[in-house]
């Protein structure tokens, strides 16, 4: 395989294995899917996969001033991360289902959801740790001297994460025809409470 393709293949697995496990982001993204349609859970997706492609440039090109930085200001990060999780997982529990047809079709309300992932993936420190050790298993941390190679790697790094945010979508949005008034209710209780406690655990993890 020519270099290039093997560095899109590896970026590729690479982003679509950290992306994969299941968390608040996934339930953010399903949710939204369910509620609003696939553009809303397209963009929700695609906030994740630009966080995961950022950590993912600063384990190829070597960053160690940035990843130091990040794990050193941990503390607030996962402080605002937590916060940020709670209010959007209480916000989520209280809301009342609307349907699609009543989501505005703003640019502006597509970006505030690509935002909102990319932030709460970006507070998360665990993540840089996880491009590290999975960067280190394939031999790709810190590509010496080929900015282009590492360039390609970030770029399927973004693809693989894509891959899987628009699979996740794309399952979703399948099933959102079925779910009437009371199972969207509850799509956003469950949905509420899981964002929130993984909030109150980050909050937690701090002490």
């Known amino acids: 395989m020519p270099g290039g393709l093997n560095f899109v293949f590896k970026g590729l697995i690479v982003g679509f294995v950290i992306a994969a496990p299941a968390g608040p982001i996934g339930v953010l993204c399903a949710r939204r899917a369910l509620m609003y349609g696939r553009r809303a859970g397209f963009f929700s997706g695609m906030g994740a996969a630009a966080a995961d492609a950022f950590y993912g440039f600063i384990a190829a090109f070597g960053l160690t001033f940035v990843s130091d930085f990040l794990v050193g200001h941990q503390f607030w990060i996962r402080l605002a991360g937590g916060v940020l999780l709670i209010l959007l997982g209480t916000k989520t529990l209280i809301t009342e289902p609307r349907g699609k047809r009543d989501l505005p079709k703003s640019a502006k309300k597509f970006a505030g959801m690509f935002t909102s992932t990319f932030f709460l993936t970006l507070t998360n420190p665990m993540t840089i ?48 025809r079925r779910f ?28």
């Open 129 to 176: 740790f996880s491009f590290a050790a999975v960067f280190a298993g394939f031999g790709l941390a810190g590509i010496k001297g080929s900015a282009t190679s590492a360039g390609i790697l970030v770029s399927g790094v973004f693809l693989g994460s894509a891959l899987w945010w628009l699979l996740l979508v794309g399952i979703f949005t399948l099933f959102k």
């Open 180 to 207: 009437k008034h009371h199972e969207l209710q509850w799509v956003n209780r469950i949905a509420g409470v899981i964002i929130a406690g993984s909030g109150a655990m980050a909050l937690l993890s701090l002490r």
